[in-house]
């Protein structure tokens, strides 16, 4: 460029021209800004350079001197209103940190499908432990305060006590007992009902681990000899020193459980125990020797008795680690859902089948699975006196009226097999009784119905009866989850197998971190069952232990689909006290309980009845909702129990939380 050489060059030059240009271009950008300005609160911003290390900004009237970070603006989309205004981050500060990954807990993939593809995460041993100190009596919440009075130790004479099925009052008010009505659930009201720790007997001690309880248990812990006096001689049950000992004997099978089981092998060897056969019930069971037997033929056999004149057998049965409950044929159904045991026995179970046109053994029917079988091993199959030879003709004929086929008559057992499916009902004579149950009947509705004296039906389906042997039936997704009653009507099967992965992935992890297997747990509880993948995961994960399935009546009746997997389990409703003896469980679980029953009863009263049932030195495990562990908590501590309050897997704003609880030993 040449230089200039006067004042009059200046102003006819390219440069004079471009300032004046971009003096012009500048005014008329001004006079827009501000026009813009002033009718939006949202400023008109000109520049921003990202490759810049400082991000800088031009911004015009009405905010000046006001610096705003474009790319965070940009980035972020946040549109100002005139509610809220944006605030400037100050100079120098670094920017936020970027949120973190978000790892996916549930069984609903990103687009909304059902999927068992999912992790539940580890478990730090440093975080599980089951012991701990004990937390205050008063615990704040956010928005409450739970101030639980601690409970006192209720009378001695309270021990062995079981409210509902020793309600005195309202069992002397009784018009009748003639069909076993006193044996019934009479609960107390809720204002009468237990508010004390049941204490345990004088002397109790840890109960022998499994597989030596099965043989013997401590005397203390059951100190009741009257059942050792009537029974000694048929090896039931004896004393020596400090223990009960328990030969395996029964009334019918005095030479052992072993050889009796031996023999209905023998007799029948399509009953395939541990295979076809996996679920029983043993009716009017004793100290329930036949079941304990059974277990190591991989079956789970319901011992069920009632609280009669032998009032602690279950008790024992229990003490032995065996699965049992206290139950009576009398004038309700039993609480457990149709077509649930491959096998059911009655060995001198004191049981009168033809009574009331055979409205017990209906009941029985009701209960078998198709193409199961009824052992009978009692006086009128062997003894030919004329009284037990007309019981034995009022059997056959009821039986065949049932389409029973009796299958094999040998020695003192008669065993017949229930009919796959109605065509032999629908071929009866017109006119036949009992009856088949109407069409509307739901044989799995048990919680205080009377009983039918009507033959329930199979379903046209064959659901129930074409079932898979055991063990592959523990994982496979059953017929009769298709007619559950819940809120997934394409899903049933992934939901399924989705919570069979979550609970084996949560107990993995348990038993590493936890030590489960040294807990030495026996008798377990699961007190929400859902379709049973917690019992289902003990099992995968070889824990020696068994596990009473309980579906709450305030949910889906998930029983079916429970024993079709070969699982024991009973409905039940947990603002009412449990039908089993004190200290009876080492393990109690609830996942999602407290949340739903909460709106139906007391914590403080299903807490009490966990306590009851809860052998000293047992364990709680609670999981759910934030909402009520502030009282669980509380609840707890007045209880006496070591609780803490832990995060689960998926960190501390997780929507649900664990609660752990230990009894203490006394």
């Known amino acids: 460029m040449k230089p200039l050489n006067n004042n009059g060059d200046f102003f006819k030059s390219q440069t004079f021209i471009k300032l004046l240009l971009f003096f012009f271009i500048s005014v008329t950008f001004f006079y827009l800004g501000q026009h813009y300005s002033s009718n939006n609160n949202q400023s008109l911003i000109f520049y921003s350079s990202k490759q810049s290390p400082f991000s800088f900004t031009v911004s015009l009237s009405p905010n ?23 605030e400037p981050p100050e100079r120098g500060d670094p920017p936020p940190p970027p949120p973190p990954a978000v790892q996916r807990m549930g069984v609903i993939d990103e ?14 041993e440093s975080e599980v432990e089951w012991e701990s100190e004990n937390r205050t009596e008063s615990v704040e919440g956010e928005s409450s305060k739970f101030r639980v009075k601690k409970f006192g130790v209720c009378d001695m004479s309270l021990r062995d006590y079981i409210p509902c099925l020793d309600n005195v009052e309202v069992i002397r008010k009784l018009e009748s007992s003639e069909k076993g009505e006193k044996f019934e659930r009479h609960c107390p009201d809720k204002d009468r009902g237990l508010n004390c720790l049941v204490p345990s007997p004088k002397g109790y001690r840890t109960p022998i681990p499994w597989p030596r309880s099965r043989d013997e248990v401590w005397f203390s812990n059951v100190p009741h000899a009257r059942l050792a006096e009537d029974k000694g001689g048929q090896n039931w049950i004896t004393v020596d020193k400090d223990k009960f000992k328990f030969p395996g004997g029964g009334t019918q ?12 092998s023998e007799m029948l060897p399509d009953i395939a125990f541990g295979h076809h056969t996996r679920v029983a019930l043993d009716v009017g069971c004793g100290v329930a ?22 009032e602690n057998q279950i008790q024992f049965a229990l003490e032995r680690g065996v699965p049992a409950m206290v139950a009576a044929f009398a004038t309700h159904r039993l609480l457990y859902p149709s077509q649930a045991f491959e096998l059911i026995h009655c060995s001198r179970c004191r049981i009168n089948w033809t009574r009331d046109d055979g409205i017990l053994l209906l009941e029985i029917n009701r ?124 899903s049933r099967k992934e939901l399924f197998k989705a919570e069979s992965k979550y609970w084996n992935e949560i107990i ?73 003896y004190p200290r009876t469980y080492d393990l109690l679980h609830a996942n999602g309980l407290f949340s739903v029953e909460k709106k139906r009863c007391n914590v403080s009263t299903i807490m009490l009845e966990m306590d009851r049932i809860l052998r ?41 939380k664990i609660l752990t609880c230990d009894k203490r030993r006394k």
């Not at 099978?253 to 209905?264: E, R, S």
């Not at 364990?619 to 609780?643: F, K, P």
């Open 64 to 86: 000046f001197n006001k610096h705003f970070n474009v790319s965070s603006l940009l980035n972020d989309t946040v549109l100002e209103t005139d509610e809220k205004k944006l």
């Open 111 to 124: 687009n909304g499908v059902m999927s068992d593809d999912f992790e539940v995460g580890e478990v730090g």
């Open 616 to 656: 000293p030195g047992g364990h709680v495990y609670i999981r759910d909702t934030l909402a009520v562990m502030d009282e669980l908590q509380a609840v707890g501590n007045a209880i006496g129990w070591h609780v803490t309050i832990r995060e689960t897997s998926e960190g501390p704003h997780a929507s649900y």
């Open 367 to 490: 209960m078998l699975r198709g193409g199961g079988y009824f052992a009978w091993a009692a006086q009128p199959v062997y003894k030919h006196e004329p009284l037990l030879e007309q019981q034995w003709e009022e059997m056959v004929n009821l039986t065949t009226r049932l389409c029973w086929n009796l299958v094999k008559k040998e020695g003192y057992i008669a065993i017949w097999q229930k009919p796959t499916d109605n065509t032999c009902y629908l071929e009866r004579e017109p006119g036949t009784q009992p009856p088949l149950c109407e069409t509307d009947d739901d044989p799995d509705n048990v919680w205080y119905v009377n009983l039918k004296a009507c033959i329930t039906r199979l379903p046209e389906t064959g659901y129930g009866v074409n079932i898979t042997s055991w063990p592959a039936r523990l994982q496979n997704p059953p017929d009769r989850l298709q007619s559950i009653q819940i809120d997934a009507y394409i």
């Open 253 to 264: 099978f005095i030479h052992g459980a072993d050889k009796y089981l031996d023999q209905i």
């Open 508 to 580: 993995e992890s348990y038993v590493r971190a936890l030590h489960w297997k040294n807990f030495k747990l026996r008798n377990v509880l699961d007190m929400k069952a859902g379709f049973g993948g917690f019992a289902a995961a003990l099992i995968d994960n070889k824990l020696d232990c068994w596990v009473m399935n309980v579906v709450p009546v305030s949910g889906s009746n998930t029983l079916p689909v429970i024993y079709d997997r070969g699982l024991l389990g009973v409905m039940h409703d947990w603002c009412e006290p449990f039908d089993t």
């Open 289 to 310: 020797s036949f079941g304990a037997y059974l277990m190591s033929r991989n079956v789970l056999t319901m011992s069920v008795a009632p609280k009669d004149v032998h």
